[in-house]
């Protein structure tokens, strides 16, 4: 049972470039939350989604970045016109349930965007 | 809002020392669950332990241990006879059961580096 995937591990931008994080979750896992860890800091809640549906999106910056995970396919997170403070690792888990009984989220090995 | 206090940013200490990790919380929920993660030097996120509000029993697993006590909000870290690979950031990590929603809310991390 493969565990998360994240893809690509490491992506270089210019200021001003697209990001696209691609997010495959575990086999049977239907929720995906995603964390950005700047650099020398803790992660930080970014946005849960399930298929189709974005559920919480309180850590999301509000401009530039936008996340999607549809019903066929891996999660996106999308950065649009990125920017040195983007620099980060981004972090994708996910999650078998959403009833809040489990709370059981497996991560993926991380994206490290670096925006030159 | 919930929070998660690690007061101590970096911890040296020498090869087969005991060494603790100090976690503090604060959540208005009565159900909640307490999380430890290690973030070794090559960057992935390392599951230690899960452990629910209500719970209370300490945790030995090998090396590593868990004190969780709810009087002071706390979830403390040992490890036992301290090796080299051991050297990693530790993150401790809170999620409330909120209508499913598990988002996890991480301290700021200790980084330990355990010396030869």
């Known amino acids: 049972n493969a565990g998360v995937m994240q893809n690509p591990r490491h992506l270089v931008r210019r200021r001003g470039q697209e990001a696209r994080l691609r997010c495959s979750p575990m086999?049977?896992?239907?929720?995906v939350y995603w964390y950005r860890q700047l650099p020398e800091e803790g992660l930080k809640f970014m946005v849960y989604?399930?298929?189709?549906?974005?559920?919480?999106e309180s850590g999301m910056p509000k401009e530039r970045f936008s996340a999607e995970f549809p019903k066929e396919g891996p999660s996106i997170l999308r950065i649009q016109q990125v920017v040195r403070g983007d620099s980060a690792a981004y972090f994708c888990a996910s999650s078998p349930t959403g009833t809040g009984v489990t709370h059981e989220q497996y991560f993926g090995p991380g994206t490290r965007l670096t925006v030159t | 809002a919930q929070k998660v206090t690690q007061a101590q940013t970096e911890i040296s200490v020498v090869e087969k020392e005991d060494v603790t990790l100090d976690c503090v919380y604060e959540t208005r929920d009565t159900t909640y669950y307490l999380f430890w993660y290690k973030q070794p030097p090559s960057g992935e996120l390392v599951f230690l332990i899960r452990?629910?509000?209500?719970?209370?029993q300490n945790e030995i697993s090998g090396r590593y241990s868990w004190n969780f006590q709810k009087s002071t909000s706390s979830f403390n870290f040992t490890i036992t006879a301290s090796q080299v690979v051991d050297s990693a950031v530790y993150f401790c990590?809170?999620?409330?059961?909120?209508?499913?929603?598990?988002?996890?809310?991480f301290g700021t991390g200790t980084r330990l580096t355990i010396i030869p």
């Open positions: 452990r629910n509000s209500f719970d209370e």
């Open positions: 989604l399930q298929k189709e549906n974005i559920i919480d």
């Open positions: 990590a809170l999620s409330e059961a909120n209508f499913g929603n598990e988002k996890l809310t």
């Open positions: 086999k049977g896992h239907s929720h």
